[in-house]
């Protein structure tokens, strides 16, 4: 049993030098240097691209504070798209429009159309 862990621990002893005789064997020849680098320039050299946004794009937004809840009215182009209710007890839930053109979104009886409220599950 003695002479099986000697044979052992003397072939991993010789497998492990084996690898550093490997690794420092001479360098090919014909190796080209790498080029220098520059420096990249600094942050505020670089100037950064106008990316042209629209401002009418951007939605236009109106809270209103009830005694129950906070609602949030998110319009583009005067088109009302989505409500955000912020209840005081429990999860904020939106309200969104099926599409845009159509009449907008509403809490009212369920033959209106009116979209399921969807909770937020997770923020990035």
Known sequence: ????????????????????????????????????????????????????????????????????????EYRVNGQLYMIKVIPKVGRPYFLLSRNRASEPPHRGNMESGVSVPMWEIYRF
């Open 1 to 72: 049993m003695k002479w099986l862990i000697f044979a052992v621990i003397v072939s991993s002893l010789f497998w492990a030098a084996s690898g550093v005789v490997a690794q420092s064997s001479r360098q090919p020849e014909g190796l080209v240097p790498l080029p220098e680098y520059s420096e990249p320039p600094a942050e505020d050299e670089v100037p950064y691209p106008d990316m042209g946004l629209d401002p009418s794009l951007e939605p236009e937004i109106t809270i209103t504070e009830g005694k129950d809840e906070t609602v949030e």
